[in-house]
């Protein structure tokens, strides 16, 4: 779907919604409903654009958020969201069609940075390549070359074909070892094709360049020449092999110790990303915003979430139903508001960690990839859960170990997520079940499970049916447009659940203290 269909349609989804709403007079059913709402966003990196469309949905609906709890990607779109807005209804026009824009290089990931690392290389193989080759003339070993064009064409080819086939080439060796020791294994048979194809290749143009430089009779004349040289460099080779198994470990290690000089605590910079995000996202309007938004980021040091805010945790604490001691110790704020964005957003592997006051900050999905609890701490009463992953489903195939290393993190962070929803489900199963007993609203129900006190927090989830494809890295894919449009459409279904519920609702009012214990509840005033 292009652009531009995705934003017809979607302009046509929100008068729909719109006019709907306005029917069924929901500011009305807002201004009357007593609790406290709260969003809780997710990471899920390009999929992002999903939420872009959730929020669009808010905005339209005209839905007080009282309180933004987000992590990774989410951070961004929460930040543009209220930062573009003076109001508890935050504003997603500018976010939507920051999304729609979008491009890699805009947000960080460029590739050029790799193709200059390979160009070094290329440029240093070439000046030791001519200094050996000027130490050798010197010693009198000259090389003469009948066709220079096939030599060095064969030899461009040969590495060209190492480059990009040596993880295939070992295979063919592992085959050959297990046969030869009569070990019982089956090889993958795709793995042993292309491990063939990828040794005939190199071999092939190896054996071109040698030919063409009659490597024997350069050979020969080298043995003539330095007599003393060539034994010594026989027995050299020769103790070499000898002792392959000896100084396999202390090479690896050198050439470990060589390859990580370039290498650097993420592929991409923050550089661009944080000049994108500047240029998007006020840090004063940010902070002059009544809405509550709480950015998680992983210290990486403590190896904990840290949650900064975008006011003073004193102000924070000061809200209705806030826990004081949550605040005090787990949230901070900090004068680069923006800053604390893009520490939230930094993806391993994908981006480099960011130092904020003296710490080392990386993607918060590490550790609270849907901030539930933070929510729930600073006094929700209703959670609008929004996740980019389908309850079911299976993703892309992973091709390479950025892949892999990125999927790898998708599935910690939803470990995590289900270990929270997990325990919201159950608190809210024996508010209901209590509730159900004593002939009351499962919302006037506080729950005592002896060390804390648990209260019913109304969740709704939205989420795609199915997955919304690509990967977290598809920033500006064809993935983008349909991404927007199905969060404008799943929000919609479950803003306007939460229309029939809201009149019900019993929020605001004192509740009932109910101990819990494993064989059932006893009720008792609170």
């Given at each position: 779907m292009s652009?531009?269909?995705?934003?017809?349609?979607?302009?046509?989804?929100?008068?729909?919604?719109?006019?709907?709403?306005?029917?069924?007079?929901?500011?009305?059913?807002?201004?009357?409903?007593?609790?406290?709402?709260?969003?809780?966003?997710?990471?899920?990196?390009?999929?992002?654009?999903?939420?872009?469309?959730?929020?669009?949905?808010?905005?339209?609906?005209?839905?007080?958020?009282?309180?933004?709890?987000?992590?990774s990607v989410g951070s961004i779109n929460a930040a543009s969201y209220a930062a573009h807005s003076d109001s508890l209804v935050g504003n997603a026009e500018h976010l939507t069609e920051s999304w729609f824009d979008l491009t890699p290089p805009a947000v960080g990931i460029?590739?050029?940075?790799?193709?200059?690392?390979?160009?070094?290389?290329?440029?240093?193989?070439?000046?030791?390549?001519?200094?050996?080759?000027?130490?050798?003339?010197?010693?009198?070993?000259?090389?003469?070359?009948?066709?220079?064009?096939?030599?060095?064409?064969?030899?461009?080819?040969?590495?060209?074909?190492?480059?990009?086939?040596?993880?295939?080439?070992?295979?063919?060796?592992?085959?050959?070892?297990?046969?030869?020791?009569?070990?019982?294994?089956?090889?993958?048979?795709?793995?042993?094709?292309?491990?063939?194809?990828?040794?005939?290749?190199?071999w092939g143009f190896l054996l071109v360049m040698l030919r063409s430089l009659e490597a024997h009779a350069l050979l020969a004349d080298f043995v003539r020449v330095q007599p003393g040289a060539a034994a010594g460099l026989a027995l050299?080779?020769?103790?070499?092999?000898?002792?392959?198994?000896?100084?396999?470990?202390?090479?690896?290690?050198?050439?470990?110790?060589?390859?990580?000089?370039?290498?650097?605590?993420?592929?991409?910079?923050?550089f661009e990303r944080g000049r994108y995000l500047r240029q998007r996202i006020s840090n004063q309007r940010l902070r002059a915003s009544p809405i509550r938004v709480v950015f998680t980021a992983t210290d990486l040091e403590a190896g904990t979430a840290r949650f900064f805010s975008n006011v003073p945790p004193q102000v924070l604490a000061a809200d209705p139903g806030v826990d004081a001691r949550f605040v005090a110790e787990e949230v901070v704020t900090t004068d680069d508001l923006v800053r604390a964005v893009i520490a939230s957003t930094a993806l391993p592997i994908a981006y480099e960690p960011l130092t904020v006051e003296g710490r080392a900050y990386a993607d918060g999905g590490i550790v609270a990839n849907q901030p539930i609890r933070p929510a729930i701490r600073l006094g929700a009463d209703v959670l609008f859960l929004v996740m980019m992953d389908p309850p079911e489903g299976r993703r892309g195939e992973a091709r390479t170990f950025v892949d892999v290393g990125l999927r790898a993190l998708d599935i910690l962070m939803l470990q995590n997520l289900l270990t929270d929803l997990k325990i919201l489900t159950n608190v809210n199963a024996a508010c209901e079940r209590?509730?159900?007993?004593?002939?009351?609203?499962?919302?006037?129900?506080?729950?005592?499970?002896?060390?804390?006190?648990?209260r019913y927090v109304k969740a709704f989830t939205i989420r795609p049916p199915a997955s919304l494809g690509g990967t977290?890295?598809?920033?500006?894919?064809?993935?983008?447009?349909?991404?927007?449009?199905q969060g404008y459409r799943d929000a919609c279904a479950q803003i306007e659940n939460f229309l029939a519920y809201?009149?019900?609702?019993?929020?605001?009012?004192?509740?009932?203290?109910?101990?819990?214990?494993?064989?059932?509840?006893?009720?008792?005033?609170?």
């Amino acid at each position: 779907m292009s652009a531009t269909d995705a934003k017809t349609q979607l302009q046509q989804k929100r008068a729909a919604f719109r006019a709907r709403l306005e029917e069924a007079r929901a500011e009305g059913v807002w201004g009357e409903f007593r609790g406290r709402i709260a969003a809780v966003l997710s990471g899920g990196g390009a999929r992002g654009a999903y939420e872009a469309g959730v929020l669009l949905a808010f905005q339209d609906a005209k839905l007080p958020t009282h309180i933004i709890t987000a992590t990774s990607v989410g951070s961004i779109n929460a930040a543009s969201y209220a930062a573009h807005s003076d109001s508890l209804v935050g504003n997603a026009e500018h976010l939507t069609e920051s999304w729609f824009d979008l491009t890699p290089p805009a947000v960080g990931i460029e590739w050029t940075r790799y193709a200059w690392m390979l160009a070094g290389l290329i440029a240093a193989s070439a000046g030791f390549g001519n200094l050996i080759s000027h130490l050798l003339d010197i010693r009198g070993f000259r090389l003469s070359l009948d066709d220079p064009v096939l030599t060095w064409v064969s030899l461009g080819l040969t590495g060209v074909a190492v480059l990009l086939l040596y993880d295939r080439l070992p295979y063919l060796g592992y085959i050959v070892r297990n046969f030869f020791r009569g070990t019982s294994w089956k090889p993958d048979r795709r793995k042993a094709a292309q491990s063939v194809l990828a040794n005939l290749v190199v071999w092939g143009f190896l054996l071109v360049m040698l030919r063409s430089l009659e490597a024997h009779a350069l050979l020969a004349d080298f043995v003539r020449v330095q007599p003393g040289a060539a034994a010594g460099l026989a027995l050299a080779l020769a103790a070499l092999v000898g002792l392959r198994a000896v100084l396999r470990a202390p090479v690896s290690t050198l050439l470990h110790r060589l390859i990580r000089l370039p290498l650097r605590t993420g592929l991409f910079a923050n550089f661009e990303r944080g000049r994108y995000l500047r240029q998007r996202i006020s840090n004063q309007r940010l902070r002059a915003s009544p809405i509550r938004v709480v950015f998680t980021a992983t210290d990486l040091e403590a190896g904990t979430a840290r949650f900064f805010s975008n006011v003073p945790p004193q102000v924070l604490a000061a809200d209705p139903g806030v826990d004081a001691r949550f605040v005090a110790e787990e949230v901070v704020t900090t004068d680069d508001l923006v800053r604390a964005v893009i520490a939230s957003t930094a993806l391993p592997i994908a981006y480099e960690p960011l130092t904020v006051e003296g710490r080392a900050y990386a993607d918060g999905g590490i550790v609270a990839n849907q901030p539930i609890r933070p929510a729930i701490r600073l006094g929700a009463d209703v959670l609008f859960l929004v996740m980019m992953d389908p309850p079911e489903g299976r993703r892309g195939e992973a091709r390479t170990f950025v892949d892999v290393g990125l999927r790898a993190l998708d599935i910690l962070m939803l470990q995590n997520l289900l270990t929270d929803l997990k325990i919201l489900t159950n608190v809210n199963a024996a508010c209901e079940r209590a509730a159900a007993s004593l002939g009351l609203r499962p919302e006037e129900i506080e729950m005592d499970m002896g060390t804390r006190r648990y209260r019913y927090v109304k969740a709704f989830t939205i989420r795609p049916p199915a997955s919304l494809g690509g990967t977290v890295l598809d920033f500006g894919g064809e993935t983008t447009g349909p991404a927007i449009l199905q969060g404008y459409r799943d929000a919609c279904a479950q803003i306007e659940n939460f229309l029939a519920y809201a009149p019900q609702a019993r929020f605001g009012r004192a509740r009932r203290l109910v101990s819990f214990s494993l064989g059932g509840g006893s009720s008792r005033s609170g």
